[in-house]
C-alpha cells in the first residue's frame, strides 16, 4: 500500500502498467465534503461556546457553580480537539490518494483468459490444457488423501477383522 500526493497518482498507475499486463484495476473513493462542512460549523459553533462560557468564568460567585462551568468546559474542548483532529485527518487523507497494488505472476492460460479478440483454435486450445490440468489436479488431491486416510484404515481394519471373526464365529455356533 502507498499513498500519493493526487496529482502525481496519474503518472504512477500509468508507469506501473507499463510494467506488466494489467488483469483487474478497481478504483474507489470517497466524497467527504459534507462530513467536512459539517464538522467545520460545529467547530465554529463550540468555539463560540466555549467563548461565552469563558465570558461566565469572571461572573461566577459559588465553587460550586466554578466546577460545573470548569466540566463544561472541558466538555466543550474535549469536542473540539476530536472535531479538530478529525478535520486534520481528512485534509490528510484528501491531499493522497491510497494506492494498493496485488502483483501476481499469471500463467500463460489466465493470461489468455483475459484476452479480447483471441483466436477461437487458441481459446479452444488453452480450455483444454486447462481442463487436462485440472483432472491432474484432482488425481494428485486423490492419491494425496487415499495416503492421509490409509493409516486410519489400517487401524480399523486391525480392530474391525478380529471383532467380525469373533461375531461370525459366535453367529455360526448359535446357528
Do not use: C
Amino acid at each position: 500500500m502507498l499513498r500519493l500526493p493526487v496529482d502525481q497518482s496519474a503518472s504512477f498507475l500509468q508507469e506501473i502498467e507499463s510494467y506488466g499486463n494489467v488483469m483487474y484495476r478497481s478504483v474507489h473513493g470517497q466524497d467527504v465534503t459534507v462530513e467536512y462542512v459539517d464538522n467545520d460549523a460545529r467547530l465554529r459553533n463550540l468555539a463560540k461556546h466555549e467563548e461565552r462560557l469563558l465570558s461566565l468564568y469572571d461572573q461566577v460567585q459559588t465553587i460550586e457553580d466554578m466546577l460545573k462551568l470548569e466540566a463544561e468546559l472541558s466538555r466543550i474542548r474535549e469536542q473540539i480537539e476530536t472535531i479538530h483532529s478529525r478535520q486534520q485527518y481528512l485534509e490528510r487523507v484528501t491531499s493522497t490518494v491510497r494506492v494498493t497494488l496485488d502483483l501476481i505472476q499469471v500463467e500463460e492460460k489466465e493470461y489468455l483468459s483475459f484476452q479480447e479478440n483471441k483466436p477461437l483454435w487458441e481459446e479452444a486450445w488453452a480450455g483444454f490444457k486447462q481442463s487436462v490440468n485440472a483432472i491432474g489436479r484432482l488425481a494428485q488431491r486423490g492419491v494425496v488423501l487415499f495416503v492421509t486416510v490409509l493409516p486410519y484404515l489400517f487401524a480399523v481394519a486391525l480392530v474391525g477383522i478380529p471383532v467380525y471373526a469373533i461375531l461370525y464365529r459366535w453367529r455360526s455356533r448359535k446357528a
